[in-house]
């Protein structure tokens, strides 16, 4: 005999009830684990109508047939409700049909899914995400507890629940949640985690580099001095005896006998009276430095470029070096200069966020940093979009970095503020 690929189906589902009975302290979960039994056999209506009364003579053959459906299914749903009852349950409820019991069950029970509504939201609105910790599985936790109210009759709106998952996050966030609010992103929970989870991968990058940069600032302060008990003292020569004048000497100022000049008390005094009388050149030196902004550190976005160029070593992961002439580039006034490394160069954005750039070479010549507009699109999987006089870069509908229009170039500075003037006095 077939079986009824639908009613097996229905028996399946069944099964979960059969898992974990009701007892009195489970109904939330056993009423959830119910509703979507009933959904799937599209018998949910008979724990939110009435049991039916009985039909009048004149019924129509719709109606009966209408009628006897609800009542079988009511018929049912109930066995199956106390079937998954607990035996007093089952004592207090065999007389009553499916509505009824679900009726008198949420009475029974409703300050059980009050008090669950308020674990739920203690524990969702209480929640921080600590500077370090992975943000991953904070996030998974905090959209099963947003789920767990639309459970319990308590949705939040779309934008609100964003909000709390964003409140949370530790301030190496913030240039996320700064870029998030500035370009009015829309997005659901889902897509919320997935930008969280890039956004804590440039993260790591950006703390990664800040701290290579210390420790090879560390080495370098210490290179070249030894410990002070490696160190070798010079041995000290024996002090000189003073040397007294003689009767015989005389001074070469006055021409007395007996003395030297330095000696001489009335040469001494002269030169007294004579210092007293000179104006004092002595007084505090007043310095003023004007400085510039050094344009070391920016970066010029070039739509002609065939390849990114860096001038300085640091930001390049894991480079592959050359020799000198062994690869060469020639540059817009036709010069030939030597590419002396080519490697994936990590660039620290203001935003906070770390852009990738590809095999960018090495060329000390030159005298600006360039990323190619065709190596980034084509490469790195960025969107760039030109507007009002800037060049706008994003990844994931993210705004990575904005390069102004500055002298005829799309030009992007790292220093976030410039020193202009020092006065030390």
Not at 95 to 123: H, P, W
Not at 279 to 308: P, R
Request: proline share 4%; net charge positive; hydrophobic share 35%.
């Amino acid at each position: 005999m077939a079986t009824n690929p639908a009613l097996s189906s229905s028996f399946s589902l069944r099964s979960i009830l059969d898992k974990e009975k009701l007892s009195g302290t489970n109904f939330t979960n056993w009423y959830q684990n119910l509703r979507i039994v009933l959904n799937q056999e599209k018998k949910e209506y008979v724990i939110e109508q009435p049991y039916p009364v009985d039909l009048a003579a004149g019924a129509t053959a719709a109606e009966r047939r209408a009628h006897e459906k609800h009542c079988n299914d009511s018929l049912d749903i109930g066995c199956l409700m106390l079937a998954t009852m607990s035996p007093e349950l089952q004592k207090q409820y065999e007389d009553s049909d499916a509505f009824n019991m679900i009726e008198g069950l949420c009475g029974l029970y409703q300050s059980q899914a009050r008090v669950e509504r308020y674990n739920t939201s203690k524990a969702l609105f209480g929640s921080k995400l600590a500077e370090g910790s992975p943000v991953s599985p904070h996030v998974i936790k905090m959209i099963g507890h947003i789920e767990a109210l639309d459970r319990l009759s308590n949705e939040l709106e779309p934008e609100l629940a964003i909000d709390v998952i964003l409140q949370p996050l530790p301030s190496s966030f913030e240039p996320f949640i700064m870029n998030y609010h500035m370009n009015s992103l829309d997005k659901n929970l889902t897509e919320l985690y997935g930008m969280l989870k890039t956004a804590k991968d440039s993260i790591k990058k950006t703390a990664t580099h800040v701290m290579m940069i210390h420790r090879d600032s560390k080495k370098r302060k210490g290179k070249g001095k030894g410990k002070a008990k490696d160190r070798i003292q010079k041995p000290k020569t024996d002090a000189k005896p003073k040397v007294s004048p003689s009767p015989s000497d005389k001074c070469f100022h006055y021409g007395y006998n007996g003395h030297w000049s330095r000696n001489c008390q009335k040469y001494l005094e002269e030169k007294k009276k004579k210092k007293g009388s000179e104006t004092s050149t002595s007084g505090i030196n007043v310095i003023k430095i004007n400085l510039a902004t050094s344009s070391s550190e920016s970066w010029v976005f070039d739509t002609g470029s065939m390849i990114h160029t860096c001038k300085s070593l640091l930001g390049l992961k894991q480079t592959r070096s050359f020799a000198k002439g062994e690869l060469d580039v020639r540059v817009g006034n036709g010069a030939k200069v030597a590419v002396l490394a080519v490697s994936t160069y990590h660039l620290s954005l203001p935003s906070g966020l770390v852009m990738e750039s590809n095999n960018c070479y090495f060329i000390p010549a030159l005298s600006k940093n360039i990323i190619s507009s065709s190596c980034l699109e084509g490469g790195g999987g960025y969107k760039i979009i030109v507007k009002n006089k800037c060049s706008s870069i994003y990844l994931d509908n993210m705004l990575y970095a904005h390069y102004p229009l500055v002298n005829g170039l799309y030009v992007l500075d790292l220093e976030d503020e410039p020193i202009l003037n020092i006065n030390a006095k």
